[in-house]
């Protein structure tokens, strides 16, 4: 009978020890939660007050970009034969966010196995998850994960000038974008966006006519392109931002009430048991009282 109570007790502490486990687990998700949730409120407002802006002004370079080449000569839509593609995937340095990261990196799989699978595919990775699913391929020419550290318009604008100078250069051929677009903190899009070479859109040329240019178009637009492509860059990366936060805060929410559901399972669990315990040591002392009476 000592083995058997032994047994029980053992078993009731095991139960307490997980429930405290979980409960602990809880408190950290739900923490987690409320931090993601007081970034997301900054974040969310930065990218919806740019991207008015920022759409505004990709619309005018494609509108623009029919005549580029015959007036400016620009290099930026220079269309060349597919040899070399720099893929830019955009993630984070941390996980628990759902598939926030794992989306990215099964989109950019998916451009190098079938997309571009006859054509050499380089990264420029930005986000150390990036980093740590694409750097056993060999194919990583830099790491800017950095940029998370102090993420200002004149940080990017110095990795879209790396990239700038590496199309013009010839060193590749077609650069795209891979990133998170911020929907709402429960959705996120998976874009893939072309950076260079410029992509004109339908009837750009008719739409170019209607804009009257001062000092001239050729200014404007070399003005222009290298803005407009930071600008591009820099609306990727906040997106990106701000949908880490939105996922994770999703994420920590449905784990905040796993945790809840299973803590719960645990004490009704543990009172079962107790209870049980308590009636078999009743019996027993009943049953041994019986036998002393006989």
């Known amino acids: 009978m000592g083995e058997v109570r032994r047994g029980k007790m053992a078993n009731l502490k095991e139960i307490r020890n997980r429930i405290a486990s979980v409960s602990s687990t809880m408190q950290i998700t739900s923490a ?7 970034k997301l409120k900054k974040a969310q407002d930065a990218i919806t ?10 619309e005018l370079l494609q509108s623009l970009s029919a005549t580029l080449d015959a007036e400016s000569g620009s290099a930026y839509a220079e269309e060349r034969e597919l ?3 720099l893929i830019v995937p955009i993630t984070s340095n941390r996980g628990l966010a759902g598939a926030f990261n794992s989306n990215i990196i099964k989109e950019v799989h ?11 595919v380089s990264y420029l990775v930005i986000g150390k998850k990036a980093n740590d699913a694409f750097k056993k391929t060999n194919s990583i020419i830099d790491n800017k994960s950095v940029i998370y550290d102090n993420l200002t318009f004149n940080n990017v604008a110095l990795i879209a000038q790396l990239l700038m100078d590496k199309f013009v250069s010839g060193e590749y051929d077609k650069i795209e974008i891979v990133y998170n677009k911020f929907k709402n903190a429960a959705t996120q899009i998976v874009m893939t966006e072309q950076f260079l070479p410029i992509v004109p859109i339908a009837g750009s040329e008719a739409v170019s006519s209607d804009y009257i240019f001062e000092p001239s178009k050729l200014e404007i637009i070399e003005e222009l392109i290298p803005k407009s492509l930071k600008t591009q860059l820099y609306k990727g990366i906040r997106d990106s931002f701000a949908s880490e936060h939105g996922a994770r805060m999703t994420a920590m929410h449905k784990a905040t009430d796993n945790a809840t559901e299973l803590r719960d399972q645990l004490k009704l669990t543990y009172n079962k048991a107790r ?7 009743i019996l027993e002392i009943v049953g041994g009282a019986e036998a002393l009476n006989n």
């Open 110 to 120: 998916r451009l190098t196995n079938s997309t571009y699978a006859n054509q050499e």
């Open 83 to 85: 040899k070399k593609v």
């Open 32 to 38: 987690m939660k409320m931090v993601s949730a007081a």
């Open 275 to 281: 209870q049980a315990a308590i009636t078999n040591e």
């Open 49 to 58: 007050a740019m991207r008015p802006y920022a759409d505004k002004l990709t």
